[in-house]
């Protein structure tokens, strides 16, 4: 995951500005930085063993994991020094007796107080600090989820769930994005094995925007040699999802869950394990042990790509970089506190951040 910031309304130019559709190899990122301190702790390796209200983000099959009483997660995460703000809150209802469930899930990811520099320098080239507003740079995404168990047996299972997401981008007063896709998923458990397959973007993932500026503002964009967008039409292209996991049983009271996913993408080379055009293969790798079903400890690697060596002058060597993981987990009851430590770099450049969630259930009260 990579975020460049700018201080200055020259930012709006990143975004489309051709009056006809076109698909962005990165387009809507924020849906991929991960949902939850479980999952991020385990190198987004979620899609085959997610069974709690995130899994409206990761797979929306795996809500049939929620049985009895409503599931809730919420996350707050604060990257690069505080400069950009992550929040999370999903939902997970199960309806008619546990066979199908219902989610929503609201993100929002954020860099605020970014300084308008448009009307900085004055027409006889004073500088004038005065004239420095800010805006905020804001990402929104609801997902409406559903799930239902196609069948159900003594030691396997299998789901199915879809979700219909609507996205909603600002840039200030300056631009303003609407989107709309769907998502589809498969879950499958055996007495030890999981499997997951979500198609995202499934029917291409669209963001409509539309720019407002004033004509003073156009006035000074124009002077300094900017182009002025009114309309256009960004595509998400989709994506597969693969995943499967196992689960290891090391003692009475230690188990053990490995998982590995697989996104394959097919919107051209990508910087990943498989790189080739169209279709590239990105992985993660996901651990997570559990004491008692009350301590979890968690671990993974994502993210693989190649990069120039640090020590090569000549900018000639790459090497492999990986971005890791660590988390740990702590059950009370019907209440789970989550902790990741993850890194937004790479091993050999660390930006590491820290991501607290709790996910819990809503206790309904028994008939009598």
């Known amino acids: 995951m990579r975020i460049y910031l700018t201080t200055g309304v020259t930012a709006l130019l990143l975004f489309p500005a051709l009056a006809f559709s076109q698909f962005r190899k990165y387009s809507n990122e924020f849906l991929n930085i991960g949902a939850g301190a479980r999952g991020l702790a385990m190198g987004n390796a979620q899609v085959a063993s997610v069974g709690d209200a995130t899994a409206g983000y990761w797979n929306p099959a795996g809500l049939t994991g929620v049985k009895d009483n409503p599931n809730i997660g919420i996350m ?4 690069f020094a505080g400069i950009a703000k992550y929040d999370y809150v999903s939902a997970a209802i199960p309806v008619q007796d546990n066979k199908r469930t219902l989610g929503f899930s609201v993100l929002r990811f954020a860099v605020d107080d970014i300084p308008n520099t448009l009307f900085l320098v004055q027409p006889d080239g004073s500088i004038n600090y ?22 159900e047996t003594e030691n396997s ?11 909603y981008r600002q840039v200030g007063h300056f631009a303003t994005a609407w989107g709309f896709g769907i998502d589809a998923g498969l879950q499958m458990h055996g007495e030890k094995w999981h499997l997951g397959l979500v198609a995202r973007d499934l029917t291409t993932t669209f963001n409509a925007w539309s720019f407002s500026f004033t004509e003073k503002e156009k006035q000074v964009l124009y002077l300094t040699k900017n182009d002025i967008p009114v309309k256009s039409t960004e595509l998400t ?7 499967g996991g196992y689960d290891f049983h090391i003692s009475n009271s230690v188990n053990l869950t490995a998982e590995a996913n697989f996104d394959v993408t097919f919107d ?21 042990a559990r004491i008692k079903d009350v301590f979890f400890v968690r671990g993974g690697i994502t993210n693989f790509q190649q990069a120039l060596s640090d020590g090569d002058t000549l900018n000639q060597k790459k090497v492999w970089i990986y971005q890791p993981s660590i988390g740990a987990g ?20 660390p930006l590491y951040t820290h991501i607290f969630s709790l996910r819990f259930n809503l206790v309904r009260k028994k008939e009598e």
């Open 76 to 79: 707050h995460a604060d990257y």
């Open 237 to 243: 292209a989709p994506r597969l999802v693969l995943g």
């Open 268 to 288: 051209g080379k990508r910087n990943t394990v498989i790189s080739s055009n169209p279709v590239s293969v990105d992985p993660h790798i996901g651990l997570e």
């Open 130 to 151: 005065n004239n420095i507003q800010t805006f905020s740079s804001a990402d929104y995404a609801l997902l409406l989820s559903f799930a239902q168990k196609l069948r």
């Open 157 to 167: 299972s299998i789901s199915f769930g879809m979700n219909a997401k609507v996205i």
């Open 330 to 349: 702590f059950k009370i009851k019907n209440i789970m506190l989550d902790y990741a430590f993850t890194n937004l770099a790479n091993q050999n450049n």
